[in-house]
């Protein structure tokens, strides 16, 4: 008798993983992707929200944003900051500038001397 329960020991280890597998899946799909900490984003934090969030924060700047700037407007870590920048450099919208003494700056042509046009 101990040997008809043999053959079904490798499939009584495949079963559960199985249904582990299935479990993640489907948490995956109820919850989606996590948002950026400390984001407020009501998208799920999907690219769209995380540029709005670049933007308005260099808006605030008046055109020019450092990853330090924007890790102070959102609350996301420098990496988080620094990926979501570089991720919208393009040399249209956003410009990256690197300074003579080597602190990087990204440039939102759109938005420089936004205070000043404000002011009006």
């Known amino acids: 008798m101990h040997g008809m329960g043999f053959p079904f020991f490798p499939w009584m280890m495949v079963v559960p993983l199985f249904f582990i597998a299935a479990g993640a899946l489907v948490l995956l799909r109820v919850f989606g992707r996590p948002m950026l900490s400390g984001s407020k984003n009501t998208n799920n934090g999907m690219p769209d929200d ?65 205070r000043e046009r404000s002011d009006f």
């Open 50 to 114: 995380i540029d709005a969030q670049v933007f308005r924060a260099a808006k605030k700047q008046g055109g020019r944003l450092t990853i330090s700037d924007l890790v102070i407007e959102t609350g996301w870590s420098a990496k988080e900051a620094e990926g979501a920048l570089e991720r919208l450099t393009n040399g249209n919208h956003v410009r990256m500038n690197v300074s003579d003494v080597g602190s990087i700056e990204f440039e939102f042509p759109d938005l420089l001397d936004h």
